[in-house]
């Protein structure tokens, strides 16, 4: 088995580069023949009855491409297409074709879970690649432990999760948080703040985490305040944010919000080269729709940027530019997303089988050093092992990465002392 | 044929007849249990649908806010499974063990009082009936003694689907929030998630449908139904009779509350979580859209329509997923402009007279009234 994981596994630099140009069609013609003669046989790598062919896998894809969270998904969906796409044209996984059945989930949580446990139970799907919100992950969870799927689970969350049937490609909380409010605290001399979240788990969790590692630190947070998704009219809270005059605004409002919190703050007078404001919620996807020229001067904490500068995301730059045009942006979840295909193929391939209890079983320890964000490695706990990074927005809408955390921040949902 | 005690007439012994036999057998034969589970989720729906063709097509009563009914019922069901999924064994990890997790993870260290009754399971079908219909007691109440009708009650009802829902959102410590109460395991230690359970509980949902169908059935065929037609017809009229109107109109508004209930609290058994999505205004007028395409004035109709509508739904979504909200917009401005009182209405028009001539060829019976334009209110006048 190990010539093969030699065959398929991740290419040279040189390579990958041959595939991603024109070069890639003949390469192409050629690898899937190679691949093939020495594809084990279907019996042995699929024993649970998943659709598993001698040339073709089938994966699901599942996310919202109608409703109000089609602008955010929209572009996990192409970064997974874009992922399979690539390990297609590298001979695919044990020698199959991935072939996707791609699901909406509308939006809608209950309807996530109809789509997944069709994509279970009719389709058969080795894994699925899917969901954004917790709202949908909380969805689908029972159904992905009752029927025994995989799912890859790209987006930032709260934490408080562990699933032998989930990897979480994204961050949880503490790997969002911590080394950002440390960061915030050594560079600005940051000694209060005002915590701002749009009202449900994901940034009340997290700004708990954020307010209990700020008071262990001796700082003090001076508000902290919710408003329901959706939520247009933050007058009131900018109003008292100039008057406790906070060193740092710590911001978690998701969606649309952020729209009208920018615009606001901004027409209030509030100027972020000034005022440090440090966000986990807005990726370059929100900053397209808030305007660059609103919130240039904040700080985001993130895992990836589109500007990162490196070989890797270059590379992944090109390829996502290529298939879905020049004027594209490219957020941190879309990343993580596209981390998703990749993990599962590697973790196939050391498992040499598509069971799911035996992928489950591989997982811990599934290191992928050509991530876009770059090395990254699975963690016991099925999340990822990540660097942590600070990046200041931009009028163009771009990051500028100007911190990073030396070492691969350790993820942890439980996280103790911060519950 | 007269109908004076009578609740059904032959045609419609007929009715039940053929949808008995196509939920119990024709179903459960022809598909697999995924696909039966999915038919017992929408057949939740055809509860609130059977409530909307008294309430609006016999009454005249719009409402624009059976979710909250729907709701209310869901959430009841959803709380007891809720407590029984969390015992201190299963929560163990919990800063404390013993309450829905959604609560430890919003501080919340003590299970509040109002989740209390719901350790029962029958408080809990008390409450699953009795909440909704006290709750449209109230907004019958508020609304029909000071005559508000028409458009203004729409209105209403649909504001209340979205306080209800804000509510639902904002206390996420006590309702679970907009991730809805999820990750229900077991119903007295039954696991209602395999697939066995899934077949039995379909079988109950449809039993309970079809008693529900009989009920309103009975309803309408009544005295009491006649009155609630005439009141939609000439209100004024009937009030001048001497009829006090605004309690007919309470009266059928629980009604219509209560089978919706019931259809929320099988949707959680069936589903396994309820969320606030099923409350607010969008599923609300969905709810009234099956009703309409089946036929406002048909219940027989509003079952077909809804399943109808929520196959249709299934299927466009898998075979387009960027473009089925367009087919499904498309198809309810086709069924509206072409068919104003939907399935049922065309069944009316063109099926049944065809069957009239049929059973009258082999046994001679009373003519029925000639087919009636689909404009008119055909269910009734053929009393």
């Known amino acids: 088995m190990s010539s093969d994981n030699h065959q398929n596994g991740l290419p040279s630099a040189l390579r990958r580069k041959l595939l991603m140009g024109m070069a890639a069609l003949p390469a192409a013609a050629l690898l899937p023949k190679a691949a093939f003669a020495q594809a084990p046989a279907t019996s042995a790598v699929n024993t649970t009855g998943l659709a598993v062919t001698d040339t073709t896998v089938r994966v699901g894809i599942l996310h919202s491409v109608t409703g109000t969270m089609a602008i955010s998904e929209t572009g996990s969906v192409q970064a997974e297409k874009l992922a399979i796409s690539q390990i297609n044209e590298m001979g695919g996984v044990l020698g199959r074709k991935i072939e996707f059945i791609q699901e909406d989930g509308a939006s809608d949580w209950p309807n996530f879970a109809e789509k997944a446990k069709k994509l279970l139970v009719n389709d058969k799907a080795a894994a699925v690649f899917g969901c954004w919100t917790s709202a949908s992950r909380k969805a689908v969870l029972p159904v992905f432990e009752q029927y025994n799927g995989m799912l890859y689970y790209p987006t930032f969350y709260e934490g408080l999760e562990q699933s032998k049937n989930v990897i979480y490609t994204g961050q949880e909380a503490t790997q969002q948080i911590l080394s950002g409010i440390d960061w915030v605290v050594k560079e600005k001399k940051a000694k209060s703040f005002y915590l701002l979240g749009s009202d449900y788990i994901w940034p009340r969790t997290s700004n708990k985490i954020a307010r209990k590692h700020i008071e262990k630190n001796s700082l003090k947070v001076v508000g902290e305040e919710y408003f329901p998704l959706g939520h247009t009219q933050f007058n009131s809270v900018i109003n008292k944010i100039k008057l406790t005059k906070p060193d740092v605004i710590y911001a978690i409002i998701v969606g649309g919000s952020n729209v009208a919190f920018y615009k606001q703050m901004k027409a209030a007078g509030i100027d972020l080269s000034k005022q440090t404001l440090v966000t986990i919620s807005v990726t370059e996807d929100e900053i397209l729709g808030i305007g660059g020229e609103n919130i240039a001067g904040a700080y985001a904490c993130m895992k990836y940027f589109q500007s990162l500068d490196n070989p890797n995301n270059k590379d992944f730059v090109a390829a996502f530019k290529k298939m879905w045009g020049e004027n594209i942006v490219i957020g941190d979840v879309t990343q993580a997303a596209y981390l998703g295909p990749w993990l599962w193929k590697l973790t196939v391939e050391k498992a040499g089988s598509f069971d799911i209890d035996k992928v489950a079983a591989a997982s811990p320890g599934i290191e992928f050093g050509k991530a876009p964000e770059g090395y990254v490695r699975i963690h016991e706990n099925h999340h990822l092992w990540s660097k942590t990074r600070v990046g200041k927005a931009k009028l163009d809408g771009q990051y500028e990465v100007i911190y990073e955390t030396a070492d691969l921040m350790e993820p942890d949902p439980f996280p103790k002392g911060y519950q | ?383």
């Open chain 2, 1 to 383: 044929m007269r109908s004076g005690n009578i609740f059904l007439k032959r045609n419609e012994v007929v009715f039940v007849v053929i949808l008995s036999a196509l939920l119990l057998v024709v179903f459960p034969m022809a598909l697999d249990s995924f696909r039966l589970n999915l038919v017992g989720k929408y057949l939740t729906y055809a509860f609130v649908a059977l409530g909307l063709v008294l309430c609006w097509g016999n009454a005249g009563i719009l409402s624009l806010g059976q979710g909250i009914f729907f709701g209310l019922g869901g959430y009841g069901m959803a709380m007891f499974l809720k407590l029984e999924a969390s015992s201190p064994e299963h929560t163990a990890i919990q800063s404390t063990p013993g309450i829905p997790d959604f609560m430890d993870w919003n501080q919340i260290t003590e299970l509040p009082a109002f989740w209390l009754p719901f350790h029962s399971l029958t408080l809990t079908i008390v409450a699953i009936l009795v909440v909704p219909a006290v709750f449209a007691w109230i907004i019958g109440v508020a609304m029909f003694k000071r005559r508000v009708g028409g458009v203004y009650f729409a209105i209403i009802t649909q504001a209340i689907a979205a306080i209800l829902t804000i509510l639902i959102v904002g206390q996420q410590g006590y309702t679970g929030g907009i991730n809805g109460i999820t990750d229900l395991r077991t119903l007295k230690g039954w696991d209602i998630r395999t697939d066995f359970a899934k077949e039995v509980l379909y079988f109950v949902n449809v039993a309970l449908l079809l008693g529900c169908l009989l009920l309103a059935q009975f309803v309408r065929r009544s005295k009491y139904g006649r009155i609630l037609v005439a009141i939609r017809d000439k209100e004024d009229r009937v009030r001048f009779s001497g009829y006090d109107v605004s309690n007919f109109k309470i009266f059928i508004f629980c009604f219509a509350s209560v089978l919706a209930a019931i259809g929320g609290a099988m949707f959680t058994l069936q589903v396994g979580f309820m969320s606030p999505s099923f409350v607010g205004i969008v599923p609300s007028i969905e709810m009234v859209i099956y009703c309409a395409v089946g036929g406002r004035l048909s219940l027989f109709g509003a079952v077909y329509g809804t399943l109808f509508v929520n196959y249709a739904k299934t299927i466009f979504s898998e075979s387009f997923p960027e473009l089925w909200l367009f087919a499904m917009g498309a198809l309810f401005i086709g069924v509206v402009m072409a068919f104003p009182n939907g399935l049922a209405g065309l069944w009316q028009a063109y099926a049944q007279p065809w069957f009239d001539r049929i059973g009258q060829r082999g046994a001679p019976r009373p003519i029925s009234p000639a087919p009636i334009s689909p404009t008119a209110a055909p269910a009734e006048r053929r009393t």
